[in-house]
């Protein structure tokens, strides 16, 4: 089995409440608050621009020609692709780019990015892999198990073709890769990358329920 296969098996049960989460099978049946889903753009948004800058860094943490091309090509991806979605769905709430990027991020949000760039800079190469691996796998396989609920067309289907595409399968996978490799060359490092990887996947978990709740500082 691989490494990245190992930590799925770990994080199983996480998974699991990911895909059953009300956000989740409710974005599935077109049935989700539009209130829920603006702030997740709002939050998701906020914390693409952290998630990007993780690959960046591992980037220039890496050591080989191929990780640091892959590194830095997702980072591309995620600022140039992925985000692209967020800003189309936020033009139709007539929110601005200038104001997605004044959004304050919410307490799950400023947790789970404050521990990705900690990871990233006080973190191995091993552990970076594992942290950012949780987001790319689970938001693939939420995507398919949403592809799955979903029954006729309505206004979140491009979020689903978006997480179920060919492209972003492509991304995902560099990931996978990068992961292996990791496991492979620091096996030392495992226990290290186990517990980063389920420290993402429960943030991730706990994501979702920030946006369901819309969760915003109490004080």
């Not at 699991?16 to 599935?28: D, I, R």
């Not at 997740?40 to 091309?69: C, H, N, P, S, V």
């Not at 991304?171 to 996978?176: A, N, Q, S």
């Not at 992961?179 to 943030?203: I, N, Q, W």
Request: with cysteine; charged share 30%.
């Amino acid at each position: 089995m691989s490494f990245s296969d190992q930590l799925l098996d770990d994080g199983a049960e996480i998974w699991a409440a990911q895909k059953a989460h009300p956000f989740v099978t409710e974005l599935a049946a077109g049935s989700l608050d539009k209130s829920a889903f603006r702030h997740w753009i709002e939050q998701d948004y906020r914390y693409l621009l952290d998630y990007a800058r993780l690959f960046a860094i591992a980037g220039a943490k890496a050591r080989d020609e191929q990780t640091m091309t892959d590194l830095l090509s997702i980072a591309h991806s995620t600022l140039d692709n992925e985000m692209d979605l967020h800003r189309e769905f936020a033009a139709e709430y007539g929110i601005s780019r200038p104001e997605l990027e004044q959004v304050e991020k919410s307490p799950t949000c400023e947790a789970y990015t404050s521990f990705l760039l900690r990871t990233a800079y006080e973190g191995s190469i091993a552990e970076i892999s594992a942290a950012l691996y949780p987001c790319g796998q689970g938001f693939l396989d939420i995507g398919e198990r949403a592809a799955e609920l979903a029954e006729d067309e309505h206004q979140y289907t491009p979020w689903i073709e978006t997480y179920t595409s060919e492209e972003f399968r492509n991304v995902v996978e560099l990931m996978r890769d990068f992961v292996d490799r990791c496991g492979d060359r620091y096996p030392g490092e495992h226990e290290k990358m186990r517990d980063a990887f389920l420290t993402s996947a429960r943030f991730e978990y706990q994501f979702w329920e920030m946006a369901y709740t819309q969760e915003q500082w109490e004080v």
